[in-house]
Structures are given as C-alpha cells and as structure tokens.
C-alpha cells in the first residue's frame, strides 16, 4: 500500500524532525517494511515514505534520487508498465540500476519533464522536488485509486497520503460547514473537500506545482478529452478482452506472494480466470462464506476455483464478527 508525506515551506520555516516522524507514524501501518525521508532545511522542504516492499525488494528503498540529488521522488503505488518504460529509457541513455517502478518515474522526470506523467499506466501518489526549479510536484493517478491529501496554510503546504497525517501537525482542525452539508445531502463528501476546512483532496488526474508560495493545480488526464471511436460489436468485444487480459497481465509483476478475492461472479471469476493464464503455478485464491444462504457466494466460489484449478481458501463467518477481531 505504502504511504507518503512531507511539506514545502515558502519562508522557510522549518518542520522539525520530530513532527515529520509523527506524520510517518501515524501512516506506518501503510508501509511497515520501511521508511525514509529526504529533508532539506535550508529549503524548508521534506519528502518521506512508508514503503510496503512489492518489487526489488532490496532496492527499493525510498526516496529516490537523481545522480547529483537535484531531484528527490516518492510514490505510493505501482507502475504496472515499468519495464516497458525502463526498457525504452535505456535506449535514451536513461539507464535504470534497480528493478523498481519508482526508479522509472525518477528516470522520466529527468528525461520528459512533469510532461512524461502520460506515459504512466498505474495507480499512484507521486511526490517529485526539482532543487533546480525549487519546485514541488503532487500528482495523483487518472482516476484518484490512491489518495493524497494536502493543507495550505501560510504559505506552508503540508501533503500526505492520509487526513491523520496532516492533523497531527497542522492547524487545520476546524470543520467544513460546506462540506458537512454536503455530507448529509450525499451521504459522503465530494473533492476537492473534506471534514477539515483547510484540507482537501489532490484531484484525480490532477498534479500540484508549488513554487515560491504559489500553488498551480494542473490537469494533465481528462477522461472527456477522449474522442469518442465507431466499431462494430465484434471489434469492441475483442478490444475490449485483449485490454483486460493484458490489464491482468502486468499486474502480476511482483517479487512477493499474491492472491485473488473470488466471489464467483463474473468480476473476479475473469480475472481469476485470466491470472491461472499467465501463471505457472496455482492461483491462490480466497472466499468469506456465510450460513444465511441469502448472503452466501461461496458455492459458485468453489465452481469457479475447481474450472481453474486455483489454491482455494473459503472461511464462513456469522454475521457479527466482532469475536473474529484481534482485540
């Protein structure tokens, strides 16, 4: 899952070591297999992670940095095309010396600028500092799958991957009447809002530039931009499964184990079906069940992991399963 944070100070006002440690603290759950934080106190500019380790697992420690430590990144998420992207860097002299995805964002900035965003296929929370153009960047992946949340007070902007972080060193405590009324107009609260008046979301598609005190909020991924396409039935239903089998494809890419939610229904059975594809081994896949049988998958679960001769688990459960909580 993984989790970032830091600030970016415009008069320089520093933000101890210690409160930097609360912000990590209060996300480690997200990465428990380590952290790191790049902090630069003359600039008044930090950039920390909580990394859960997926791929190169021993080298890919964050953050990353350019040779002469002019750009700093972190990320939470994954770059599902990263070894078609490193493959093509290499070819430009953009040479990568880890396995990890995080590597090839830092690779394309140097390359493409903020502009190579584009080429990304992931889910993701980046955070980039460029010493040269003493310039932050917050970017967020198109359909806002991982979060990253950020306060601007002051001319201190403050970012993290949750809303806990930031209020543990920030004075944005007060609550949004706007969006509590909105909370009980929706039942949730729509972004760039949230409870917190002086926090708001970094919008989907979106990415920040914050320089000098002045924060730009950029578009660089709108699904309407998209022109609309005629094709037949056919040619949509073979597009349409040549994208999702190649979507499940590049997900596999990982240097520990993984596994499937099966409930049985078309969703997850496709996909479970497309993993024992690409697979050598078994899929582990894994099933709640329950007596009332109103509520209860588990049987089509169970058809659905011997059609694809998975490592199935399934567990039924009552409905209260507070007993089942660690206490």
């Not at 007060?174 to 979301?201: D, R, W």
Request: contains cysteine; charged residues 25%; aromatic residues 10%.
């Amino acid at each position: 899952m993984c989790g970032i944070f830091g600030y970016f100070d415009s008069h320089k006002n520093i933000l101890s070591d210690e409160r930097l440690k609360v912000m990590g603290d209060a996300i480690l759950y997200r990465g428990p297999d380590g952290s790191g934080c790049y902090h630069n106190e003359r600039m008044a500019v930090a950039l920390g992670n909580q990394r859960l380790a997926i791929l190169d697992i021993e080298h890919g420690q964050q953050p990353f940095y350019s040779e002469d430590r002019n750009i700093i990144v972190v990320q939470n998420g994954e770059i599902f095309n990263h070894v078609e992207l490193a493959e093509d860097l290499n070819k430009d002299g953009f040479h990568c010396i880890t396995h990890c995805d995080t590597e090839v964002i830092l690779r394309i900035y140097q390359r493409d600028g903020i502009k190579g965003l584009s080429l990304l296929n992931g889910m993701f929370a980046i955070a980039i500092y460029d010493v040269n153009e003493q310039a932050l960047y917050l970017v967020r992946d198109r359909v806002g799958e991982k979060p990253l949340y950020f306060s601007n007070e002051e001319g201190r902007l403050i970012f993290s991957s949750e809303i806990k972080s930031i209020v543990g060193v920030s004075d944005s405590k007060s609550v949004c009447v706007e969006a509590m009324n909105q909370f009980f107009a929706f039942n949730y609260v729509p972004p760039p809002l949230t409870i917190f008046s002086g926090i708001k979301h970094v919008m989907p598609g979106h990415y920040l530039r914050v320089s000098q005190g002045v924060v730009e909020d950029h578009c660089w991924w709108d699904l309407s931009s998209i022109k609309t396409q005629e094709r037949s039935e056919e040619e949509w239903i073979s597009l349409f499964n040549n994208i999702l089998d190649d979507a499940v494809r590049i997900r596999l890419r990982s240097d520990v184990a993984f596994g499937a939610f099966l409930s049985g229904g078309v969703d997850s059975s496709s996909v479970v079906g497309l993993m024992s594809k690409h697979l050598d081994t078994a899929v582990n896949t894994f099933c709640i069940g329950f007596d009332d049988k109103k509520y209860d998958e588990s049987l089509y679960a169970q058809e659905a992991a011997e059609r694809f001769n998975t490592h199935h688990t399934m567990k039924k459960v009552q409905a209260n399963l507070i007993n089942l909580w660690p206490m």
